[in-house]
């Protein structure tokens, strides 16, 4: 082949990889935390990350995936769980939380432990309560496969398989699941109008809660003490114990409410099965302690009416479209060994 043209069909490739269509952020939505220059995104690279997201293969003895706890009906959090449950049935510390957004998120995990989306697939693949394998060992497997080599190739040009693109791929598949077409959307689009009860609540909502669940991605991505009363047996006091300052004791993330109607149980340790219990904790049991958010100090006041008005609002957070896109669902296509159940 002439140079020219050689290295004109170089360039196009380079320039079909940096292209980042597959990423579309909503109009009038923050700009994106993640740093797509670095890990551009492609249609091969979502397609692994979600092969390897229901691959059991990723756990020790094949019988943990990342969907066993972040199931998708459930908007990506565990099914029914307060405390997810991993390998050999064993119970972890926390409540797994809803998986979309990502590309927008800062700090991961309920403490902040984590701050980049590429390292936290290794958090459960190596945690023993949860998938308990290494890398050196997952990628060893992934090379004996049938399946992944290919995929590997057509990913990323090469079959060796490394930690590092096993990771980059799972992040893919993370971040092109967005959740953005609720009937709130619509009502922020102006293609609905909320209802006089929806309206009343979205007011509630701006009045008492919007500090923290701030609009759009319904999280001002801050942690804060939302006044629980720390749990005796897991004693866990959150942000604390990754900055190790008192004045972060009993901060936690604060959680998006995006598709919260399908996100249950709720908090960290997910004590909370309804959002009535939630709102009961918010307008009558909030602890007062040192850390507490100053939002918090002065008690919320509700009427039972305007406590059904605030939750008929949440329920306009719920993205049908997103909890059944088959493009987040399991891959049918590749043949998988089915994953089994946690319980
Ligand atoms: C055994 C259950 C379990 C498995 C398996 C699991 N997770 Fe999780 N996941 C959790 C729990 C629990 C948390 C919260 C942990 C914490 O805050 O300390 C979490 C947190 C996360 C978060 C952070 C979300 C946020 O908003 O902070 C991401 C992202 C995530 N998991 C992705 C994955 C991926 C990818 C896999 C597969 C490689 C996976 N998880 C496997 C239970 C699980
Ligand atoms: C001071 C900040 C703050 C305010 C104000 C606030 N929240 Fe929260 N909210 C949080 C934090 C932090 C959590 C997570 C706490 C935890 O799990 O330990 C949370 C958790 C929740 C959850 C559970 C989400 C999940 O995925 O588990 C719901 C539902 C919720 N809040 C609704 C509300 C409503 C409704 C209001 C207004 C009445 C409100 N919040 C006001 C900070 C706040």
Redesign the pocket.
């Known amino acids: 082949m002439n140079k020219t043209i050689l290295s004109f069909c170089i360039l196009l490739t380079a320039f079909a990889n940096v292209k980042n269509d597959l990423f579309i952020s909503p109009p009038d939505w923050p700009k994106p935390a993640y740093e797509f220059s670095k890990n551009p995104m492609t249609i091969e690279k979502v397609f692994l990350g979600r092969v390897l997201f229901y691959d059991p293969i990723l756990s020790r003895d094949h019988t943990i995936s990342c969907a066993s706890c972040h199931s998708q009906y459930t908007a990506f ?1 565990h099914v029914d769980h307060a405390l997810s449950h991993g390998i050999d049935n064993k119970i972890g510390m926390r ?1 797994a ?2 998986l979309f957004n990502l590309a927008w998120q800062q700090n991961f995990m ?1 403490d902040g432990a984590i701050n980049h989306l590429d390292n936290q697939s290794l958090a459960p693949i190596s945690n023993p309560l949860e998938m308990d394998e290494t890398m050196q060992h997952l990628t060893s497997k992934l090379r004996q496969s049938s399946i992944y080599p290919s995929l590997f190739y057509h990913a990323f040009g090469d079959s060796s398989i490394s930690k590092e693109q096993t990771l980059m791929a799972i992040s893919q598949f993370m971040l092109s699941i967005v959740s953005s077409d609720a009937r709130y959307d619509s009502m922020i689009r102006h293609q609905v109008s909320f209802t006089s009860q929806e309206e009343n609540g979205y007011r ?2 701006k009045q ?2 919007s ?3 701030t609009e759009p991605l319904f999280t001002n991505q801050q ?4 006044g ?1 009363i720390p749990d005796s047996i897991l004693r866990d006091y ?1 942000r604390m114990k990754v900055t190790m300052l008192p004045s972060d004791s009993l ?7 995006r598709n ?1 109607e399908f ?1 249950y ?6 004590r ?1 099965k309804r ?1 009535s219990e ?2 009961t904790h ?1 307008t009558t049991e909030i602890q007062h302690g040192k850390t507490l ?1 100053k ?2 100090n002065t008690p ?1 006041l ?1 009427s039972s009416n305007e406590k059904v008005d ?1 939750t008929a609002f ?1 329920l306009t957070l719920t993205d049908r479209h997103f909890l059944f896109n088959t493009d987040y669902s399991y891959p049918k296509e590749v043949l998988l060994p089915s994953p089994k159940e946690s319980k």
């Open positions: 959090a409540n939380p809803v309920w509630l909502f008492h809660c500090t923290c669940h942690f804060e003490n939302n629980l959150g901060k936690f993330k604060v959680p998006t409410l919260i996100s149980p709720y908090m960290h340790d997910g909370f959002l939630v709102l918010y958010s939002q918090l919320i509700l605030l949440l």
